[in-house]
């Protein structure tokens, strides 16, 4: 059996639509005291062989009795976790609740993309915790800072503050925005700044990105992997969807399903912290999160309103500034 590209398109397993939902109580200095997540999405764990299924459409069309495919199950979190994969906070608040919902009964095969549900929680914390900064007065790093004692942590945010500029020449439509995280919580540290430019379109101008990777064997594979990530969740954040029309998939194309272009990557500049005392951390999938909370936080900064709908097209953008 052979599949075309259309049918690879519209029959292949997707990353699970998410939906995050944030609330915090903060004290009388602006910090939060109590901060719940509550998470919805479908399967991240469909690959073949998961949880002793087969998983393949190839299978199920070719063998007699097709194969009954498993009840989605999550990733155990020792094995690294899957919808609430970096839903637990980093930061220094004294009482988390976390509830993942998973949706079984999905209108399409969902599977593991890239970062599985790290990326829509660090986007919505990193998104959040802009929003909190502003509300208690702070400045964004500063903010963050207040909250955590990792001493590396601290120093990748430090880094990546030192390496953007700090007299940036705002011009109508120009924004900057931060965000940090972990991936996964215990592997590679990652803080960058992203610079961008609104009219007509969304452009990326430039992105200031510190790595933790621990002991860094080949630098540049790690530079590779994180510019990588980075290109990456820039196409997802501000072009790439899965379109649908009467239940059936409608982007069977690379016409059709948009990706970031050469002409729109932006300079990337990424600094290796010097950690040869300490193990080597993973960094294939550090930069995804934060890279979409940074140009969601960049475009706040830039117009004054906040997206919090994946993909951030100037259609969405406009709309939001018609709505504010």
Avoid at 16 to 39: F, K, N, Q, R, Y
Wanted: hydrophobic residues 45%; proline residues 7%.
């Amino acid at each position: 059996m052979q599949w075309s590209r259309e049918d690879e398109f519209a029959s292949s397993p997707y990353g699970t639509a998410m939906v995050v939902c944030l609330e915090a109580e903060l004290s009388d200095s602006g910090m939060p005291v109590d901060w719940t997540t509550e998470i919805w999405g479908g399967s991240h764990a469909q690959r073949p062989g998961a949880f002793g299924g087969i998983n393949l459409l190839g299978a199920e069309a070719w063998l007699s009795s097709p194969p009954v495919r498993p009840v989605p199950q999550e990733i155990p979190e020792v094995a690294g976790g899957s919808g609430a994969r970096n839903a637990p906070l980093l930061y220094a608040v004294p009482h988390q609740t976390i509830i993942n919902h998973i949706v079984a009964d999905m209108p399409q095969r969902t599977s593991s993309l890239r970062g599985l549900g790290a990326f829509a929680n660090v986007f919505a914390i990193e998104s959040f915790m802009d929003e909190l900064a502003a509300a208690a007065g702070f400045d964004a790093v500063q903010y963050r800072l207040s909250l955590i004692s990792d001493p590396r942590a601290r120093a990748v945010i430090q880094k990546a503050a030192a390496m953007a500029p700090r007299d940036m020449q705002k011009g109508a439509g120009d924004g900057r925005g931060f965000a940090y995280s972990r991936y996964k919580n215990r592997a590679g540290y990652l803080a960058l700044f992203v610079d961008v430019h609104v009219d007509e379109d969304v452009r990326l101008k430039r992105v200031w990105c510190a790595v933790d990777a621990g002991l860094v064997i080949n630098p540049d594979g790690v530079r590779n992997q994180v510019e990588g990530g980075i290109i990456q969740a820039a196409s997802w954040t501000l072009k790439e969807q899965v379109v649908f029309d009467e239940g059936r998939v409608a982007s069977r194309s690379w016409d059709q399903y948009p990706i970031l272009l050469f002409s729109e990557v932006p300079e990337i500049e990424i600094a290796l912290m010097d950690r040869p005392d300490d193990p080597p951390l993973g960094v294939g999938e550090v930069a995804q999160g934060p890279m979409a909370a940074a140009i969601a936080n960049a475009l706040f900064d830039a117009t004054g309103v906040r997206l919090r709908e994946f993909p951030m097209t100037p259609a969405r953008v406009l709309s939001a500034l018609k709505r504010a």
